[in-house]
C-alpha cells in the first residue's frame, strides 16, 4: 500500500513540471494547405479560426526568425510564424500539453498554410505525439470558410 501511494505521488509530481518549448521543429508530415487570398486576410481569418476553436495566441513573429528557407531569403513573401499558448488537457494519471505552429507563407494571393502539432505527455517517460489529423484537418477546413466569407 506504501509503494502504491509513494507512486502515485512520484507519477503526479512529475506531470506538474514539463517544459515545452514555443517552436516546434520541422516535422515529416506537416499539415499543408494553399489558401488562394491575401496575406491579410488570410493571417486575420488564422487568427480568428484558432480563438474561436479555443488556442491562444503566444506570439506572433518572422518565421526567418527560427528556420531557413527559400521563401525568406528575398522580399517577394511575405511570412509569419503564429505560435500558440500550451494547452493543458487533464486525464485520470497524467495531462497533455499540447500546442501548435502556424507558418503562414504568402505571393500576392497566394497562401500556403501550414500547421505543426505538437503534444507531449508526461508519464514516467515522456512520450511526444504530432500528429493531430482531425485538429488540422478542421482548423484548415474552417480556415477556409473564413476566407471565401
Not at 479560426?49 to 522580399?75: F, H, P
Amino acid at each position: 500500500m506504501r509503494y502504491l501511494i509513494l507512486s502515485l505521488i512520484l507519477i503526479l509530481a512529475g506531470c506538474a513540471s514539463v517544459q515545452n518549448p514555443d517552436y516546434i521543429s520541422r516535422v515529416d508530415h506537416p499539415y499543408d494547405r494553399k489558401i488562394y487570398a491575401s496575406f491579410e486576410k488570410v493571417t486575420s481569418a488564422m487568427i480568428y479560426v484558432l480563438k474561436q476553436k479555443g488556442w491562444k495566441i503566444n506570439t506572433e513573429a518572422e518565421a526567418s526568425i527560427y528556420e531557413r528557407d527559400d521563401r525568406y531569403d528575398n522580399n517577394v513573401y511575405q511570412n509569419l510564424l503564429i505560435i500558440t499558448d500550451v494547452k493543458r488537457q487533464n486525464g485520470v494519471l497524467y495531462s497533455t500539453f499540447t500546442h501548435l505552429n502556424i507558418f503562414i507563407h504568402c505571393i500576392e494571393n497566394t497562401c500556403d498554410v501550414e500547421i505543426r502539432y505538437e503534444a507531449k505527455t508526461p508519464f514516467i517517460k515522456e512520450f511526444t505525439t504530432v500528429r493531430n489529423d482531425r485538429l488540422a484537418e478542421s482548423i484548415l477546413d474552417v480556415l477556409e470558410q473564413e476566407v471565401q466569407k
